[in-house]
């Protein structure tokens, strides 16, 4: 059994779960739109917009990891370089579809961490983190993806 703790210090579990907020708030305020103080069509598009800057933020990870002598091949800058172009063009597309994009372009980019963990390619601990983050992320945006069918 790995005695490894989940979050290998409360400063990278503050920062992990301050990330998240975002995309919580998203969900919140689809859910009780009355209580927002933003205009709903301008925080639909900031919610898509961080949702784009973070999964470019996570090919960058890929990208340091790789120049670093990690994980990886040359392909990796490739790949990496997919979740910012799969950002940019939620950013042109209707909120909804958006959403599913970010959720399938966050679940790969954390199988694809998860699965370089459980090869030792890179920390288990990083690769723990990634693994809460990104059911916590997707699950976020499928919910508000649900919610606003209902709700919007």
């Not at 091949?73 to 940019?88: P, Q, R, W």
């Not at 959403?99 to 699965?115: E, K, Q, R, Y």
């Not at 890179?122 to 993806?145: D, G, K, M, N, S």
Request: aromatic share 14%; hydrophobic share 60%; proline share 5%.
């Amino acid at each position: 059994m790995n005695s490894l703790p989940l979050f290998w210090s409360r400063t990278v579990a503050f920062a992990g779960l301050a990330g998240w907020v975002p995309f919580l708030l998203g969900l919140l305020l689809t859910l009780f739109p009355a209580l927002s103080p933003f205009d709903p069509v301008v925080f639909e598009r900031a919610l898509v917009g961080y949702g784009a800057l973070i999964l470019s933020f996570l090919g960058g990870v890929r990208w340091g990891i790789r120049l670093q002598g990690g994980a990886g091949t040359d392909l990796t800058y490739i790949v990496g370089t997919f979740g910012s172009i799969a950002g940019f063009i939620t950013l042109l597309l209707p909120i909804n579809l958006g959403l599913i994009i970010l959720t399938i372009g966050f679940a790969i980019h954390g199988a694809w961490d998860v699965a370089a963990g459980m090869s030792g390619r890179v920390p288990q601990a990083y690769a723990r983190l990634r693994a809460v983050l990104t059911w916590l992320v997707c699950l976020t945006l499928l919910l508000t993806f649900v919610a606003r069918l209902f709700v919007g």
